[in-house]
């Protein structure tokens, strides 16, 4: 599976963005899919994933609320719709893929990796 992470942008705080994540491969629908994101100096950290079927989803507690995670297996992509932003959530954002059937919060625990995308929020 090959990913391809796409969106991100500068946005003033409150404002929204939409990431997408497209992937190659024929059964990109029997893996679990989530986002990442890593702020300079700071450790890669789970923002959101969603199991292969969408039935599981789950979120930080920093952006539950304010990010919504979703799929679609026909299309082989993910999104991450972001709103209310906030000048923390200024990260390289990162889409990742793997075959577990749970949905985990650890990054070494994935497979496969996009090439990131850059979210810059201002004041």
């Known amino acids: 599976v090959q990913l391809q992470a796409s969106g991100g942008g500068l946005v003033q705080a409150g404002g929204s963005l939409r990431l997408s994540c497209a992937a190659s491969g024929r059964i990109f629908s029997t893996y679990m899919m989530s986002w990442f994101r890593q702020a300079p100096g700071k450790e890669r950290e789970f923002v959101a994933g969603?199991?292969?079927?969408?039935?599981?989803?789950y979120y930080s507690d920093s952006v539950k609320g304010r990010f919504t995670i979703s799929r679609d297996n026909a299309k082989n992509a993910m999104y991450l719709q972001m709103n209310s932003l906030k000048l923390e959530d200024t990260a390289v954002y990162y889409c990742a893929a793997d075959r577990s059937s749970f949905v985990s919060r650890i990054p070494g625990s994935y497979d496969f990796w996009g090439q990131g995308t850059q979210v810059t929020v201002s004041s």
């Open positions: 969603i199991s292969w079927k969408g039935g599981a989803i």
